[in-house]
Every structure is written in C-alpha cells, then in structure tokens.
C-alpha cells in the first residue's frame, strides 16, 4: 500500500460470482462456529469443566446419601446432568450473538446481499456441535464410573436426539435475549437467574417424593422435569410415548414461539 | 473466478438522474429526537462525497438507512437506481460498508474474516482463499494474515475493515468515519486507499468531523447538523462562502468583548464566536486583507488587543459560521 496505482488493480479486478443459495450461506456460518471453537478454546473449556465437575461432585459426595451407592445414584443423575449441561450451554449463543451486534458485525452481515436468516443457522450449528461435545465427554464420564444405559444404543442416539431437541428450544430462549441486551455477561446474568430455579426445583438431582407438597406440584410440571423424565426413559428403557411428548413439549412451544419473535426483532434493529 | 474483466463503467442515465445514490426528504426519528430531519442529497457516480458534521448531527443514521440497516420513517432514497425501502436486496448488493465501529469477528484471524466474506458473497475454495490473499496484500496485511484480529491496531483493524468492504467492488461504498481514532500515519494510508478506489470507479459516501479530512478527499461536501443539510458544495465553494481563514482575537480588556465582537459582525458580516479563554473572540474570515481590515477595525475603536492569530478554521467555528448563517436564512424567510 505504498503508492496509490497498487490498490487501483484489486478494486478493478473483481467480477461478482455468483450469488450463493441460502444454504451455502449458512454454511458459512456454521464454519464460522467452529471456527471459533479452535480460537477460543476457553469457552471449550467451561463448557465441558462445569458438567464434569457436577457428575463427579454429585455422584461421590451426595450419590451415597441419595440413593444408597454412588453408582445407582449414576444411573438416575446422569441422563438429568446432561440436560442440566444442554440448558446451560444454550446461554452461549445468546452471550455471542449479543457480543456481536454489540461490536458492529452485524451491520456488515445485515448490509450483505445474503439470506437474512443464515446467521442465525450459524448460530444453531454451533450450539448442535458444543451439546455433542459436551453429551459425549459427559457420557463418556459416565461409563467409565460404571453408568450402563439399559436402553441400549438406540436409547442413547434417541436420547441425544432428544437432548440437541432440547438445546434447539432453550436456545431460542438467549438468542431472544441476545438480540434484546447489548451486554453478553448481562445475557449471562439473566440466563443462570432463569435457568438455575428451573434446573435445581427439577428432578435432575434428587427425587421429588421428599420436597414439600407445593415444591414436588411445580417439579412434577417443570419442564426440565419432563425432559428429564424423557431422557431417562430413552437412555435406560422403557420411555413411553407420553413422557416423550412431553419431553419435547417445552423445545416444540419454545421454538414455536420464540422463532418468529427472534425473526421480528432482527429485522426491527 | 474472471481476473482479467475489468469492472464495468457504467454511463447511462436512468430515472434516477445518473446519481449513485439520490435521496430526497429522508427522516427518521428515535422517540423525541429527530436523528434525520428531511434530507435531501444527490452523490453523482464516481465521486467522493463527504458528510461532514459533528457527533449526533445525524450523519450515521443518514448513512446506516442508505445500507439498509434501519428503516426511514419518511423521505424517499434510491441507491444505484434501487429504491431502498421496496429494493433493499437489490441495495444491498450494489454497496458495501465500514462502520465505525470494526465490522470484524475478532476471534477470527484476518484471512478467515475475509475467507468468510468472499464464501458469503459466492466466491467457491480456490477463488475464495486467492480473493482473501489478494486482499490481504494489497492492504499490506499479509503479515498478520494468520492472527486474531484482536491482536491487530486501530491502524490495521480498519484497513482489514475496508478491504472486508471490497471483496467484491461495490458500486457504492459507505465509510463512517474511517479515520476516526487513527493515527496521521494510519489516516494518510486511508486517504490513499479511498482516493484509489475512488480512481477505480466507485462511488464514496463517507462521514467525518474532520473539515480537514472533508477537504482532502472531496469532491462535493455536505455540512449537517442537528439532522438539517446547512450548507453543500464543492470545498471550494464552502471556503470563498464561508471563509477559508479564521481571526482569532484576545482582549486587553474583557469588558469590552460586546464591543469588539459588535464590530467584527458588522465588519465581516457574520457572528463571532466567544472562545475558551476569557475575553477572546474567533470569527471565519475570507482572505488575509479581510482580517487585516477587522483587525484595524478593532484598533480604529479604541479596542486594545492583548494578542491575536490568523489560522484555519476549525470544525466548530465553520460551524458556528454555519449554523448562525442558517438561522439567519431561516429568519429571513419569516
């Protein structure tokens, strides 16, 4: 960039290719997803650090006191620990896309000749990508402390099926957020007040038979409650058809309703 | 990808008078305030056109409804014969911009925000990563092709954010202030870069609060504020207007300021504006003869001078010259 005449060229040269279809446009972002996964490694990190810690600390110092072992407390806790996780992770991409149309990228992506809507594919790749990466490691964790899914393999592929179902859905729920607030960590900070009644008054982690009668009434109507309820039958057997109705109950109405609003706050900015 | 096709020069005039981008009356309000207030523009094809006009005159709204980021609540504006409320796509595909704050994933290295860019806009593999590399070389990026853009300057960032902008030439491109918070070295190679792209055929609409800036680089200026064009022309134009020079004169005695400025006014035909300092007093002059005579009008008046300068004038007293000259129009109206 020392002369003037050296830029002139580059301005010059360039015929516009062809316009992309929508698809190849989400695409993008979806590489854009992982992308960031390799550069910023931290949030790979919180992501897969929180649920560890919570199956290792839930399962030796309480998993005796709950339920008589550590290794019959697995049993129950874990299908509930990875919708604990699924629902905690969905906070991120409403942290990032906040952090986006914070800095101005969303200007240059709204000023582009380009699907409206792809950013927001990108945006669910990501989030289908970090609940496999986390369901796996803590599945992973979860056999080698001796959790057997009785529902074999297919319980567990329609238990993730479930699982990314549930992820999709919740997260809706920050991407909403994330267009409404212009600071991640405030996206942050509603997130976890939300979330944090709705996963601990469930039946993640400890039967409801011992709360108080008003407590067990909105556990047994939670939706986390329910998916929880739904992932366990999958993953251990025996799941009927209503309890996984009811599973995807929260995910299909979040979806439903939330897709359409995140839609029309976008296009309002 | 077609290298050797060179960008297509386009002379027909359409319905749109040949302009690249014509607005006529546009305005958009946030609650109470009124960000644009029925602005008219005509920016020929090819040129430099400068917005010029300090902080909340409205100068990015304007600029951020020509690119399709928000709505106008009145007026009407097509950009490359492209109404931009019935045609955004359309608008969209005909510009490009560089806002003011970086436009960049700072997690991504700068080849892969230009990797992303050229994917989006339909360059495949190949021709994506040469379009990248091309782009990284000629803003002298290549360098830091492969780091975090956070780790990048101010210098840096907002090359790597106008090169993002050319990834394919656009017909028109908006900078919002492009030079804003750089260093002189770092403004120079913008202004390099946007009188080349200028060369090349695009059209350039750019904000700035710098009259110096405006000066360099444009070819036709206009001057808002408070969501009003006060004044347009070419920079020549605004200067024999306006003045090109500025008196600025201090007091041996303060009491004597309505005095003095009583007579600046009447002398040069326009209103002095009260400086910092106590007692001084700065007035937009045309020539060198003219401050001399304003000078020797104050010395004529008894009007003692503890000191005085002759310099260029600032943003703020083009403005004030400005805008006491539109309230003075708006009064003759009346």
Same mark, same amino acid.
């Given at each position: 960039m020392s002369d003037v005449s050296s830029p002139v060229a580059v301005f010059r040269s360039v015929a516009r290719p062809p316009a992309p279809s929508a698809v190849s446009n989400a695409l993008v972002f979806g590489w854009r997803a992982v992308l960031k996964f390799r550069h910023v490694p931290e949030q790979l990190f919180d992501l897969v650090m929180t649920p560890i810690m919570f199956t290792l600390i839930f399962t030796f110092v309480f998993g005796g006191a709950l339920a008589g072992s550590p290794r019959d407390y697995l049993q129950v806790f874990l299908p509930g620990i990875l919708v604990q996780t699924v629902t905690f992770n969905a906070v991120y991409s409403g942290m990032g896309l906040s952090a986006d149309l914070d800095k101005g990228l969303f200007d240059r992506f709204r000023s582009l000749p380009i699907w409206s809507l792809a950013p927001f594919a990108g945006l669910v790749v990501g989030d289908v &990508?970090? !609940?496999?990466? @986390?369901?796996?490691?803590?599945?992973?964790?979860?056999? +080698?402390l001796g959790y057997r899914p009785e529902g074999g393999?297919?319980?567990? &592929?329609?238990g993730f099926a479930l699982l990314l179902a549930i992820g999709f859905g919740f997260g809706w729920i920050f991407i909403v957020l994330g267009l409404l607030v212009r600071t991640p960590m405030t996206v942050m900070t509603i997130g976890f007040t939300f979330l944090f009644p709705l996963v601990f008054a469930?039946?993640? /982690?400890?039967d409801p038979a011992t709360m108080p009668g008003w407590l067990a009434a909105f556990v047994a109507v939670n939706p986390v409650s329910l998916m929880t309820t739904a992932i366990r039958g999958? /993953?251990?057997?025996? %799941?009927? &058809?209503?309890? $996984?109705?009811?599973?995807?109950? @929260?995910? $299909? $109405?979040?979806t439903a309703v939330l897709a359409p609003l995140t839609l029309v706050l976008y296009r309002r900015q | 990808m077609n290298m050797s096709v060179p960008m297509p020069v386009t002379l027909d005039v359409g319905s749109d008078g040949g302009f690249a981008v014509s607005v006529r009356g546009l305005a958009k309000r946030f609650g109470e305030v009124k960000a644009v207030d029925g602005i008219d523009l005509d920016? %020929?094809?090819?040129?430099?056109?400068?917005?010029?006009?300090?902080?909340?005159a409205g100068k990015t709204t304007l600029m951020r409804m020509l690119a399709t980021l928000i709505t106008p609540d009145g007026g009407k504006a097509s950009v490359m014969g492209h109404d931009l409320v019935a045609q955004p796509h359309a608008v969209r595909a005909s510009i490009a911009m560089t806002g003011q704050f970086a436009s960049l994933d700072d997690d991504l290295t700068g080849r892969e925000n230009l990797l992303m860019l050229s994917r989006?806009?339909?360059f495949r593999g190949r021709a994506a990563r040469a379009r990248a590399n091309d782009l990284l070389a000629e803003f002298d990026l290549s360098d830091a092709a492969g780091k975090q853009?956070?780790?990048?300057?101010?210098? /840096?960032?907002?090359? +790597?954010d106008i090169a993002a902008s050319l990834v394919v030439t656009p017909d028109v491109l908006f900078l919002d202030e492009p030079t804003t918070g750089l260093d002189p070295n770092a403004r120079q190679a913008v202004w390099r870069m946007i009188r080349a792209m200028a060369a090349a055929g695009v059209t350039i609409l750019l904000t700035t609060q710098y009259l110096e800036e405006a000066d360099q680089l444009a070819d036709r200026i206009a001057v808002i504020d !408070?969501? !009003?064009?006060?004044?347009?022309?070419t920079s020549h134009e605004l200067k024999s207007a306006l003045g090109s020079g500025c008196l600025h004169v201090m007091l041996a005695d303060p009491r004597r300021i309505e005095d003095a400025a009583a007579v600046l006014q009447a002398k040069l035909g326009l209103a002095a504006q009260a400086g910092v300092a106590d007692a001084s007093l700065s007035i937009v002059t045309r020539t060198a003869a003219e401050a001399n005579e304003a000078v020797g009008a104050l010395i004529a008046k008894g009007i003692e001078l503890a000191a005085f300068s002759m310099g260029s004038p600032s943003l703020d007293e083009v403005f004030f010259a400005l805008t006491a000259q539109h309230i003075g129009e708006v009064r003759d109206d009346v």
């Open positions: &990508l970090r !609940h496999l990466i @986390a369901g796996a490691i803590i599945l992973a964790i979860g056999l +080698l393999l297919l319980g567990v &592929l329609g469930s039946n993640i /982690m400890v999958l /993953m251990g057997g025996g %799941a009927t &058809l209503g309890e $996984v109705a009811a599973g995807l109950l @929260a995910p $299909v $109405v979040l | 920016v %020929a094809r090819g040129a430099i056109f400068a917005l010029l006009g300090p902080n909340g989006l806009l339909g853009v956070k780790s990048y300057s101010g210098g /840096m960032r907002r090359r +790597l !408070h969501g !009003h064009k006060i004044a347009e022309g």
